[in-house]
């Protein structure tokens, strides 16, 4: 379903009601991701779907292939296509791959630790009946929606209350001081929620939610049933901004913690006990100069010294799981 060679906006509604019978009646979800809850994770897609392990997508699955086949990054297994028999048999190895695997952006390998963090946070939200939140995505990025290029905006977690009136969460997540600073830290993520708020974007992203939820409902994943027939309308008029740092610890008995670290790129020297300003705020200013163009732009910055491999973070936005930094 394409306009003018562009994609069409709404995930799920690429995902067809065959497709979703055929996955579930699939070795893909009765002998993968069914019995391995507590470390996959189905991302829906443009006409597919992706199987995440280590936040890292591990199989593409396509909606309009005549049999069901997982395209896949050579890196992982050996070949880029695997019937549902040769990915359960390669299951192992290519979580070792991927455990082994570092990525880079700009030439810098990004710690694994992270995307890790990710995974657990996730997973073990959702596998708690109790926490006042669901996790519906990661690694999200706009589709095309007739534009050349993706939105700016991206987001680690959507998280939506199981609860009227469905707020929604776009999280960001830092795990360790490893990526605060540099072209991809904390600053520029805080300039690219501020044009996603200033611009009203959250009016584009809400469709999509509800679409993603109805795909996840069809693809046999355990949606609550508080979420099974929600419509755009039910959702809260404005998401909540937060940036959760996980293994907030000095990498050394003298060194800054990742807040202190954060509090320099922010708000300035002694803010949260940092040190210094960067050289990005001397430049360009703190918190409050980046969003005052942004009205009603407030977002929560949550730390914990939790850290891999066992995160314990059953509830993703439960405070008592963390120190709020306050500004």
Known sequence: METNNKKESFRGNL?????????????FFK???????????IGVRDGYINLYYNCDSIAKISATSETLKAEINEYYAGQKSLSEDELLEAYEQIKIQSDNHASKVRGKVID???KQAQERLFIDNNN???SNW??????YTK???QKDTPEPWRFDIIAITKEAPFRVALIELKYGSGAIGGNCGIRKHIKDYVSFHSANSFNILKPEIVSIIQGLKNLGVAV?????????EDLAPVPEYYFITLNNNPKTPKASTPQMTMGGYLLGKDKWNSRKASSELNKEGDIYELSKKAPGFKPVFLFSPARLPEIGI????????YTEGEY
């Open 15 to 27: 995902i067809s009601t065959e497709f979703c019978k055929r996955f579930k009646d699939s070795k």
């Open 31 to 41: 002998d993968l991701y069914s019995k391995h809850l507590n470390e996959l994770i």
């Open 112 to 114: 694994k630790s992270e």
């Open 128 to 130: 708690n009946s109790n």
């Open 134 to 139: 669901y996790c519906i995505d990661v690694e």
């Open 143 to 145: 589709s095309l929606a």
């Open 224 to 232: 609550p049933k508080s979420l099974g027939n929600i419509s755009v």
């Open 314 to 321: 059953t509830d993703i936005l439960d405070f008592r799981f």
